[in-house]
């Protein structure tokens, strides 16, 4: 089974899996499918995370996520004004030096079980012979336009000055072109190669900070993965540079502490949910980076101690500011996760991103991709909001060389017995972390379906701005009105992010693609 934001890719997916390859194959495939066929997220120009369990037990992290340029400086977004330039949004000097290939080359190289030309070959074949173009993919192209036609990007997806039309094949020979020198030479024609020519001269050419040391340079890290158990459940997370782990443990240890779960859609049990997560946010915005940079508290953190002591802190009838527990606290959208499992009982979660839709526009024409623009997910001023109004501190302040917090929260759960259960996460910037804890919460407290779990509505809360943000319609206006009057300030927006996940269900697993994505499917057989 493959659930990913495009039917598209998960097919490749499952096609792997048909001819043998196990789920690392094919969560590779799938990744590179996705580079192709969804372009506003899927990429070989940004980076991500992989959490792996593989059926003997073994269990693995890969941090792949993009790094500052070796030029890069603290506050080189700030103007002369004293205020947040734009140009860590759109343009080249908002790109970190990607690291999605070298991280799923990597990743093949440990644990795959295919030929490396193989599990690419469906990528290579999309790119050249094309797709045909759904609604999705035309609104999708069409609504970034403004970005794209920046750039190089707007012959190819702007051809006659219209996005590819709905029915028409679209094919990127280009991209093609470098996945079929990827196959065949592995990373390095992407970090020493002519690939890496291509994107320097465009860097240089557009005034970008990505130069060829920069790319020879860049090295994908395996980490030791988060370990953490609720209510008997066991789960494998993603530690730092990536937030999503730690604070989704955060969150689940904080919960299990505060007591029994209410019942679903109550006022007590989204006061729970927002209480926890705005204490673990407010840990998360100061204390948590690069762990090759600083110190990183880990073990505090996902300590079931530390989390007792937090819990006791939370009032069961009356918000707490975020001011009063944080004194001095001074990600895009466009991620996308898919989830793996095959019939060995192999499992792989994956978040990769470019952040914002299509990253940063740069089209590097001659290799057919976009690049980031992750230089946003860094503190560009201490006490300023990014663009996912997260304010953070100074552990994620820009350094050369440095991976930029995220917020992506693959993660693998276990049932008590330590079989599979749920593999999860979703895009969305910090609000993966919340769609990620309670697909987890909705399945073992509240024992949902997986397709009951997935589809419920769900909160928010990033502990700044202070507030909680309900899926609209997704509450009765009774609890509304009593979370309003336990001092919570409370407001209605529509999805929040958008998860993958597989569960193991009698007889075999089952696959949701989150409803409030656009053209995403679950594909097993």
Request: proline residues 5%.
């Amino acid at each position: 089974m493959v659930a990913s934001d495009s039917r598209i890719a998960s097919e490749v997916g499952a096609e792997i899996m048909k001819q043998r390859g196990n789920a690392v194959d094919a969560a590779v495939a799938t990744g590179f499918a996705l580079a192709v066929a969804y372009p506003e997220a899927g990429n070989l120009g940004g980076g991500g995370y992989m959490v792996i369990r593989m059926a003997d037990g073994r269990v693995a992290a890969l941090d792949y996520r993009e790094v500052a340029p070796l030029a890069a400086t603290r506050d080189m977004y700030v103007g002369a004004d004293g205020k947040l330039t734009g140009e860590s949004v759109i343009g080249p000097k908002a790109s970190g030096v990607p690291g999605a290939v070298a991280g799923m080359i990597e990743a093949h190289r440990r644990f795959g079980s295919l030929p490396l030309a193989r599990v690419l070959a469906p990528a290579i074949r999309l790119a050249a012979e094309g797709f045909i173009v759904d609604s999705t993919f035309f609104r999708s192209v069409s609504g970034a336009r403004y970005r794209i036609e920046k750039f190089a990007g707007k012959p190819v997806f702007f051809e006659r000055d219209s996005a590819p039309a709905i029915g028409s094949r679209f094919t990127q020979a280009a991209l093609a072109r470098t996945i079929r020198l990827i196959a065949d030479s592995g990373a390095a024609v992407f970090y020493r190669g002519s690939i890496a020519d291509s994107i320097a001269a465009e860097m240089q050419r557009a005034g970008g900070l990505i130069t060829k040391e920069d790319l020879a340079r860049y090295r994908p890290v395996w980490r030791q993965p988060i370990r953490s158990s609720y209510r008997g459940y066991s789960f494998i997370a993603m530690p730092p540079s990536s937030s999503g782990g730690t604070t989704v443990t955060e969150i689940l240890n904080i919960l299990e502490a505060y007591g029994p779960p209410a019942s679903f859609g109550t006022a007590a049990e989204i006061h729970a949910l927002a209480s926890a997560s705005q204490r673990a946010f407010i840990d998360r915005n100061s204390k948590l980076g690069d762990p090759a940079f600083v110190s990183v508290p880990i073990s505090q953190l996902t300590s079931k101690t530390y989390a007792r002591a937090v819990a006791r802190s939370i009032s069961r009838d009356r918000a707490d500011p975020t001011t009063k527990l944080a004194a001095g606290v001074s990600e895009g959208t466009e991620t996308t996760h898919y989830s793996v499992v095959d019939g060995f009982g192999n499992a792989v979660a994956t978040t990769t991103t470019l952040n914002d839709l299509y990253g940063s526009g740069v089209y590097i024409s001659g290799a057919g991709f976009f690049l980031n623009d992750e230089m946003d997910d860094f503190t560009g001023k201490p006490g300023v909001p990014n663009m996912f109004g997260l304010i953070q501190g100074a552990a994620n302040a820009i350094a050369p060389g440095k991976r930029m917090l995220s917020a992506m929260s693959p993660t693998i759960v276990l049932d008590p017995r330590g079989q599979l259960l749920l593999v999860t996460g979703a895009r969305g910037g910090p609000r993966i972390i919340s769609a990620t804890y309670q697909v987890i919460l909705n399945v073992i407290d509240q024992r949902m379906s997986l397709a009951d779990a997935m589809n419920a509505p769900r909160i928010h809360h990033q502990s700044l701005p202070d507030s909680i943000q309900l899926e609209t319609g997704g509450f009765e206006p009774g609890v509304v009105a009593r979370l309003r009057d336990m001092g919570h300030f409370v407001y209605e927006q529509r999805g929040v992010a958008s998860a993958a996940s597989i569960m193991r269900v009698k007889g075999g697993y089952e696959g949701v693609d989150d409803p409030r994505s656009r053209g995403g499917a679950a594909v097993g057989f």
